[in-house]
C-alpha cells in the first residue's frame, strides 16, 4: 500500500478543492499527436505542477483578487516598443517553430521571437502553456521594416504556411494554443487582415476559423524556442533562413 503524507497530499488537496483537472499527460511522454519537448530541454526536470495554478491567482489562499489582477495584465496590451522605424506584427499559426522560420525568410522582416500571447495568467512556461489552461496561443512576434516589406506580405506569409480551417490544430498538435489568429497592432493592420480573410475565404471550401484580435501582452518564450529550426532543431540539421528561400520547412528539425 502506497502512503502519502499530509504534506505531500496537500498540492492535491487544492487540485480537487478547485475541480481541476489532471495535468496532461503530454508535459511527461512524447504522444504521436502531440509536439515533442526539444531535444536537450531541461523542462522535464524543471516541470513544477504547481507553478501554473499560482500564475492563474489560486495560490494556497485561492484569491479572487489575485486571479483578477493577474488576468488584467496577461490581457493587457503588448506594451513592447518596436526599433526606430520598425513596426511589429503577431501571428499564431501552429507549432511556433516552423512559422518562425517563414517569417525569417520573408525580405524586410528584421526579428522574429517566439513567445505566449492572449492567454489569462502572467509570465507562462512552456508546460504552463502546454496543459491547455492558460489560454495562451503560440504565437510569432515580427518586427519588419514597411519600406522593405508590407503588412499585405506577412499576411501572404501567414496563409502559406497553414491551414487556417482546423480549429486548435495544425496537423498533428492539437490544443488550443496551436489556433490560427492574426493579433493586430493598428486599425490598419485590422482593415488589412480583415480584407485578407475575405479574399482568402474565397479560395477555400471549408469555413476559416482564424481569429482576429487586438495584440496582447507578448511573453518571450524561452531561449531554446528562439530560432530553434534555424539552430538545427532536435536533431541538428540546421534550415536556412536566409531571406527569399523556398525549402520545404520540416516542423521538428
Request: overall charge neutral; charged content about 20%.
Amino acid at each position: 500500500m502506497l502512503l502519502i503524507s499530509p504534506t505531500a497530499a496537500a498540492p492535491f488537496a487544492v487540485l480537487a478543492a478547485h475541480r481541476l483537472p489532471h495535468i496532461p499527460a503530454k508535459l511527461f511522454a512524447f504522444a504521436p499527436n502531440s509536439k515533442p519537448l526539444p531535444f536537450g530541454s531541461s523542462s522535464l526536470s524543471r516541470l513544477r505542477p504547481m507553478s501554473w495554478l499560482g500564475k492563474l491567482g489560486f495560490g494556497l489562499g485561492g484569491q479572487s483578487g489575485a486571479t483578477d489582477a493577474v488576468s488584467s495584465i496577461a490581457q493587457g496590451p503588448d506594451d513592447d516598443v518596436p526599433a526606430p522605424g520598425q513596426e511589429f506584427a503577431q501571428f499564431g499559426a501552429g507549432c511556433f517553430w516552423g512559422v518562425e522560420l517563414a517569417f525569417q525568410r520573408v525580405p524586410g522582416v528584421t526579428k522574429t521571437e517566439v513567445g505566449y500571447s492572449q492567454g489569462n495568467s502572467h509570465e507562462p512556461t512552456y508546460e504552463d502553456v502546454c496543459t491547455g489552461r492558460t489560454n495562451h496561443s503560440e504565437v510569432v512576434r515580427v518586427q519588419y521594416d514597411p519600406r522593405q516589406c508590407s503588412y499585405y506580405d506577412l499576411l501572404d506569409a501567414f496563409w502559406a504556411r497553414h491551414d487556417p480551417t482546423t480549429l486548435n490544430r495544425q496537423g498533428n498538435d492539437v490544443g488550443t494554443q496551436y489556433r490560427s489568429g492574426i493579433y493586430f497592432y493598428t486599425p490598419e493592420q485590422e482593415k488589412a487582415a480583415r480584407e485578407s480573410i475575405e479574399k482568402q475565404q474565397k479560395t477555400l471550401n471549408r469555413k476559416i476559423v482564424t481569429e482576429i484580435l487586438p495584440a496582447k501582452k507578448f511573453y518571450r518564450a524561452e531561449e531554446y524556442h528562439q530560432q530553434y529550426l534555424e539552430k538545427g532543431g532536435r536533431f541538428g540539421f540546421q534550415q536556412s533562413a536566409a531571406k527569399g528561400c523556398n525549402d520545404p520547412i520540416r516542423c521538428y528539425g
